[in-house]
């Protein structure tokens, strides 16, 4: 689940909603439902992290971690990503995923209702960019972080966001960081 500092939770007056800001999706509203820290990435740090990543990501292999909204997931299928996997288990966050899934006809999308750090225990495949951002002050960050390693491909990135600042693990780097409000993030990769 998305969860921030207090950022607004409107997109263009509309509550509950956030929107896509590149590739073929922009401008395109995503609704999400009310949830405790429930709050998707805001609009300039995904502008950052796409800066840093970019802009296009065609035919990346990515996973979004505690999905939430979905606006990271969605932005990564807006830019061309050639496979998203979204893993929540919140149900009505769920239902919302689905929801914008469809109306975006967002074929690259597969959603999955999963514990996150569970899945990652039963999974094996391999990603090129993974975005960890569980609810805020959770502290999940770190642990799926320790976990990420045998689900990056070669090269793969990680994006980490979170209440406090973002220290590497071993076998990692960060790359790029930056702070907005309360919320850390930083981009890493394998050493």
């Not at 689905?98 to 975006?104: D, G």
């Not at 960890?132 to 491909?153: K, N, V």
Request: proline fraction near 6%; charged fraction near 25%.
């Amino acid at each position: 689940m998305r969860a921030k500092h207090a950022a607004p939770r409107r997109a263009h007056g509309a509550p509950n909603r956030v929107r896509i800001i590149g590739g073929q999706y922009r401008r395109r509203l995503l609704g999400f439902p009310d949830g405790a820290g429930l709050r998707p990435t805001p609009d300039r740090v995904r502008e950052t992290l796409f800066n840093w990543l970019g802009q296009d990501l065609p035919g990346w292999r990515c996973l979004d971690l505690f999905a939430g909204s979905g606006a990271l997931g969605f932005e990564a299928a807006s830019r061309g990503a050639g496979r998203v996997v979204m893993i929540e288990r919140d149900r009505a966050a769920l239902a919302a995923l689905e929801k914008n899934r469809v109306e975006l006809g967002a074929n690259a999308v597969e959603i999955l209702h999963a514990d996150a750090l569970a899945w990652l225990g039963n999974n094996h495949d391999s990603f090129d960019l993974v975005f960890i951002d569980p609810p805020f002050d959770s502290g999940l960050a770190r642990t799926a972080l320790d976990a990420i390693g045998a689900h990056l491909a070669p090269g793969g990135q990680v994006y980490v966001e979170q209440a406090t600042g973002v220290i590497a693990p071993p076998g990692f780097i960060i790359h790029r960081s930056g702070r907005a409000g309360r919320s850390h993030f930083a981009l890493l990769t394998k050493e």
